[in-house]
């Protein structure tokens, strides 16, 4: 604060240094969008979106697999209630003073300015693990930071070196950390990763995060497949098409985005203007992706579908639509469901379940399914109940025919093979519809329909596994509604290719 000279009537205002909190999910996120970090800390929290199911089912299955990892390799653990962050740090200290020999959950932070300004940063971290080991003639607290994939990324290591810090400042010295990755059949990790603390990568890190939570201008939107699973999604599409971005098309990858930036292409009317010979010159657009680049720039900039191709003659057929849900049964990826219907949406299910032999089952809302005892019995049930003609089987992507081919007994392979046809595969060459994602759910929503329950493959799974604990009808009931709108709503974008589809050669 200036001190106005004697006799001034210069008002003052006392400038205390701005205090800035970075933590270790702020410096993961900031690697991988500075958008987030700035949003984060600058706009209205009421703007974010709810948890995409995405993100929560991430956050389960993390928290999931971090429990097992503990219950394997701990052989008592006593919890501590803590009330607030605050009574964390302190806890934790407390016990690291006390020595025992390993704190979950811990919590580190350390208040420290990164530069010249007056900032001081708030820098914090809750650590998976700190295990009490031996390091250079002295007992240290060395961090572990647990993952369920098995391949660690930069952000990991970037965090590990927050957490060496923080701990560096309480024991005097940079303790060893290891990444803890998957997990082996005994539940244990299966790879344990030594981590090379690097305090210039940290500091770099920081220093950038500090910037955006403190006065960076707001960074522009890129819109990213981890985009799904970020609150700010709704408000960033909302920027991308209020300036017509070419963040919007789909199918361009993050390098060819830059390539066509590179190339004085940034939104979607500069994309319209240049013929698709001349996108072709652009490094990774071909002469397949140009017109389809092309069409989708100018249907979302007309909003309205694009046509690019005639409709092939075995989908103005009628035929079944298909899909799956699987899980992974010893280490071999097999479906636990399977519904299908028929143009009109009449829709069957054969579900996996605790029976001897195949049975029918009606369900609270109606709807009938057929339990099998495996998912080999499943696969004859389907290619039974669709035996009765030779229509096409439409199915939404290859995955279902890879599920076919990896997991069908042969005979139904070879039966439903020759039959199935990717309805979404079809959809991408034929038109262009202003979306930036061609997946099921926001085609046919974008077309009309109105999908009853959640959205979300995840939770159907998870109502089936508590209709197998539980016997839960009503679990039951919403996994398979989840499956029947899945089915039916290929059924409405099948029917309106059909409907709209400029008349094809005879
Ligand atoms: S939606 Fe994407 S671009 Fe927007 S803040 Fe989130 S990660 Fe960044």
């Known amino acids: 604060m200036a001190r106005p000279p004697a006799g001034s009537t210069r008002l003052v205002t006392a400038e205390f240094p701005i205090d800035a909190t970075i933590t270790a999910q702020a410096l993961r996120h900031a690697l991988m969008c500075e958008r987030r970090v700035w949003l984060d800390a600058h706009a209205d929290s009421a703007l974010r979106d709810p948890p995409a199911p995405e993100a929560l089912r ?60 007056d900032t001081v940063y708030t820098l914090r971290g809750r650590v998976d693990r700190l295990v009490r080991v031996w390091h250079d003639g002295e007992a240290v607290y060395s961090p572990v930071e647990i993952k369920q994939r098995n391949h660690p990324e930069d952000a990991d290591w970037l965090q590990l070196d927050l957490y060496v810090w923080l701990l560096s400042l309480i024991q005097g010295t940079p303790p060893p950390a290891e990444l803890w990755l998957g997990a082996d059949e005994l539940g244990r990790p299966r790879w344990r990763l030594a981590h090379d603390y690097d305090e210039d990568r940290l500091m770099a890190a920081a220093l950038r995060a500090g910037h955006l939570l403190t006065s960076a201008p707001e960074p522009p939107v890129r819109i990213e497949p981890h985009c799904a699973t970020c609150h700010w999604l709704a408000s960033c599409q909302g920027v991308a098409r209020r300036e017509r971005r070419i963040d919007l098309l789909y199918g361009v990858s993050r390098t060819t985005r830059a390539n066509l930036e590179a190339a004085g292409i940034r939104h979607l009317e500069d994309v319209v203007a240049r013929s698709p010979e001349a996108l072709q010159a652009i490094k990774g657009i071909g002469p397949k992706t140009a017109p389809r680049i092309r069409a989708n720039a100018q249907a979302w900039l007309e909003n309205r579908p694009v046509w690019l191709d005639a409709l092939p003659a075995v989908c103005r057929q009628p035929g079944w639509m298909f899909d799956l849900e699987t899980w992974e049964v010893r280490g071999r990826t097999v479906p636990w469901c399977m519904g299908w219907c028929d143009g009109d949406g009449q829709t069957l299910i054969a579900l996996v379940a605790p029976v001897q032999l195949p049975e029918t089952l009606a369900l609270p809302d109606g709807q009938t399914v057929i339990l099998a005892p495996d998912s080999d019995a499943a696969w004859e049930v389907f290619a039974q109940a669709v035996s009765e003609d030779h229509r096409p089987i439409f199915h939404w992507s290859g995955y279902d025919a890879a599920i076919l081919r990896g997991s069908a007994p042969a005979h139904v392979t070879a039966q439903l093979m020759p039959r199935l046809h990717d309805l979404n595969a079809t959809l991408k060459r034929v038109i262009s519809l202003p979306l930036k994602s061609t997946s099921i759910k926001p085609v046919s929503t974008h077309l009309g329909f109105a999908w009853p329950g959640y959205q979300d493959w995840f939770a159907a799974y998870l109502d089936y596994r508590h209709w197998l604990e539980t016997g839960s009808l009503e679990a039951l009931a919403r996994a398979c509604l989840y499956q029947r709108a899945d089915v039916q709503s290929m059924a409405l974008v099948w029917r309106w290719l059909v409907d709209h589809a400029p008349p094809g050669p005879p």
């Not at 990892?69 to 740090?89: C, D, M, R």
């Not at 690291?96 to 990164?114: D, K, N, Q």
């Open 58 to 117: 991430l956050y389960a299955l993390g928290s999931q697999h971090e429990a097992a990892i503990h219950a394997a390799t701990v052989p008592e653990i006593e919890p501590v209630a803590i009330a607030s962050w605050e009574e964390g740090v302190a806890v934790t200290r407390d016990l690291m003073r006390r020595g025992v020999a390993g704190i979950l959950g811990a919590c580190l932070e350390a208040r420290t300015p990164l530069d010249l300004t």
